[in-house]
């Protein structure tokens, strides 16, 4: 009995954690929570920081420009 009281608290609570979400959202701005991201961050834009994701994909751009550059050739020298 002990354990169907555990659990139907359990459930009560993370009933009332979700509606207390759900109203947020609904009350917020544009109903969409600010988004966290390092990317998305002005101050730290300024300061040259990035996420991982798009250090990643600026460093990829910068080899496929380097190899791109390396295959072109001025005649038919195959």
Known sequence: MAFLKIVLFA????????LSLAIQIMFRKNGKFPNMHIGANQYLKD????????????????????????????????
């Not at 459930?11 to 979700?18: L, N």
Request: charged share 35%; proline share 0%; with cysteine.
């Open 11 to 18: 459930i009560v609570i993370m009933t009332i954690v979700i």
């Open 47 to 78: 300061r040259g920081i990035t996420c991982a994701q798009t250090y990643d994909k600026v460093e990829q751009a910068k080899v496929r420009k380097e190899l791109r550059f390396k295959e072109i050739s001025l005649g038919k020298d195959d």
